[in-house]
């Protein structure tokens, strides 16, 4: 199956910067988009952005627009998220997502990483 692998998490002062990556491996891996999501302690996870990783079209949360860049690098098969200006609101698990096919529901997640600690210091 697919392996998603999380690296980059780590802590953080308040408007500073961490870049996460997510490597995909597999037999014959491949994905419709790749995306991150987040889970702050005591709260459901929610969506942070994705990747179409055929033509790179990207989309945000409103809470992340503008200060957050995902991309990809078809080489290494690899997503990143570059965050800038964190606030202590970022402060959560981020967790690598991937989509086979398209789907109506964005959370229809079909792999999961296992995550990695984003804290923002204020």
């Known amino acids: 199956q697919v392996q998603l692998v999380e690296s980059g998490g780590g802590l953080v002062q308040a408007g500073g910067s961490l870049r996460l990556s997510c490597s995909a491996s597999?037999?014959?891996?491949?994905?419709?988009?790749m995306g991150w999501f987040r889970q702050a302690p005591g709260k459901e996870r929610e969506f942070v952005a994705r990747i179409i990783w055929s033509i790179a079209s990207t989309y945000y949360a409103d809470s992340v627009k503008g200060r957050f860049t995902i991309s990809r690098d078809n080489a290494k098969n690899t997503m990143y998220l570059q965050m800038n200006s964190l606030e202590p609101e970022d402060t959560a698990v981020y967790y690598c997502?991937?989509?086979?096919?398209?789907?109506?529901?964005?959370?229809?997640?079909?792999?999961w990483g296992q995550g990695t600690q984003v804290t923002v210091s204020s």
């Open positions: 997502a991937a989509w086979l096919r398209i789907v109506p529901n964005i959370n229809r997640v079909d792999y």
């Open positions: 597999g037999r014959t891996f491949s994905s419709y988009a």
